[in-house]
């Protein structure tokens, strides 16, 4: 186990000087985000900043996920961590010490890949042997600890089989005993499951969570998926574009997202948006939006007022599972419905509302009959204590 603190970190590529490196790093971003084809990296007479200003503190045995969309320099931070990256300027502590300058095989660290990085002529055994090979581990300790990591990881039945004859989430397992199989202070991984089909994912996420328990090590982990840092992390750190968005617990960063960037990013189905106002009657904040209105909970008033915020124009934002069809009087919308998503318990209801796509997760009890053929109107309004004021030119949460 041990503690890990981030301080001021900043990476840049120079220009010219590792081209190659900073185009394949431009370029996967750029095909990992079809929608803008763009990246807003700051690009500086020094170079292209991948990771700028980053600061965190890990306690030690903390399980931390950074997540964010391909390109916003999580696995770049990873890498510096573990010492396969330089860093350009600021500060790595680990239990104290300044690792900038200390190689990656002095950290105590291991690291485990997106593909596996298994050795195919050697057997699941031989492979787990190799790290405490190299640290020329005496042969009954390094049995033992192999035998044990294999244990942890249910495949013991797979020691004297090759990687080829495993499956992909054998070898994900094998993978991830080789490192934890010489206890090390610190485990990396770096989006370990992007290459597992969706049950194998779930399985494994399962998997690590188990291992967490049983394994004295401090983790960060990558991964562009939310759904896997939602359940792995104690906390999150959400990136964009080489900067920290927010820092917080799952339950934290779900409801007081900061800006609309982590509204959006955080949830699945991702939170609805729409065009608002935020108004005053008497003393009173009150949101207009579809031609409804919607008074904030009496928290939210109190947030408000604490930060002074002025009438505006403002981006209301609402998660599927918190809007509601029950009847309030004054506080109802309409739209019509495009799609809806039998899901067994619940249905999602895609709405047209005035040219805007809007979601609603309703369980099927709360329907009563009420008809969700296309083109049918459904009448919604937002449950006011989980509603969302973002100032419209900054996105930033009027709350906060």
Excluded at 36 to 41: A, D, Q, S, Y
Excluded at 93 to 108: C, H, L, Q, T
Excluded at 143 to 150: G, H, I, P
Excluded at 154 to 179: D, F, H, M
Aim: hydrophobic residues 40%; aromatic residues 6%.
């Amino acid at each position: 186990m041990a503690t890990i603190s981030l301080q001021h970190i900043q990476k840049i590529y120079p220009i010219g000087e590792t081209s190659k490196k900073q185009k394949a790093f431009l370029k996967k971003a750029k095909e990992d985000n079809p929608e803008t084809n763009k990246v807003n990296l700051k690009i500086t007479e020094e170079g292209v900043v991948a990771v700028d200003d980053f600061n965190l503190e890990v306690e030690d045995n903390e399980f931390i996920v950074f997540v964010g969309p391909s390109g916003c320099g999580k696995s770049t931070t990873l890498r510096m961590i573990a010492g396969l990256e330089d860093i350009t300027r600021g500060d790595l502590y680990i239990d104290g010490v300044r690792m900038n300058d200390i190689e990656p095989k002095d950290r105590d660290i291991a690291m485990v890949f997106q593909n596996y990085a298994l050795y195919p002529h050697m057997t699941v055994r031989q492979n787990l042997q190799f790290p405490l090979e190299l640290r020329k581990v005496p042969k009954e300790q390094m049995d033992r600890q192999v035998d044990e990591a294999a244990e942890i990881l249910g495949i013991t039945e797979y020691l004297n089989r090759k990687p080829k004859a495993l499956s992909g989430g054998q070898r994900q397992r094998v993978a991830i005993g080789r490192a934890i199989v010489r206890e090390p202070r610190v485990l990396l991984m770096d989006e370990p499951l992007s290459n597992l089909d969706a049950k194998l994912r779930n399985q494994m996420r399962a998997e690590i969570i188990k291992l967490r328990q049983r394994i004295k090590s401090t983790f960060i982990y990558v991964t562009h998926d939310q759904t896997e840092a939602m359940t792995l992390g104690d906390r999150i750190v959400i990136m964009k574009d080489g900067l920290i968005q927010q820092i917080g617990t799952p339950q934290e960063v779900f409801d007081n997202p900061i800006n609309t960037f982590v509204a959006g990013f955080i949830g699945m189905p991702q939170m609805n948006f729409y065009d608002g106002s935020l108004d005053k009657e008497g003393d009173r904040y009150v949101i207009n939006v579809l031609g409804a209105k919607i008074y904030p909970s009496e928290e939210k008033q109190a947030n408000l007022k604490k930060n002074d915020v002025k009438p505006m124009d403002i981006i209301v934002g609402a998660r599927p599972e918190h809007i509601t069809l029950k009847e309030v009087e004054g506080a109802m919308m309409e739209g019509s419905v495009d799609v809806s998503e039998m899901m067994g318990s619940s249905v999602h209801i895609h709405l047209n509302t005035g040219g805007h796509d809007s979601i609603i997760i309703v369980p099927t009890l709360d329907l009563g009959g009420q008809s969700l053929a296309i083109g049918s109107k459904v009448r919604f309004t937002f449950a006011p204590n989980v509603v969302h004021m973002f100032n419209k030119e900054t996105g930033k949460n009027l709350e906060y």
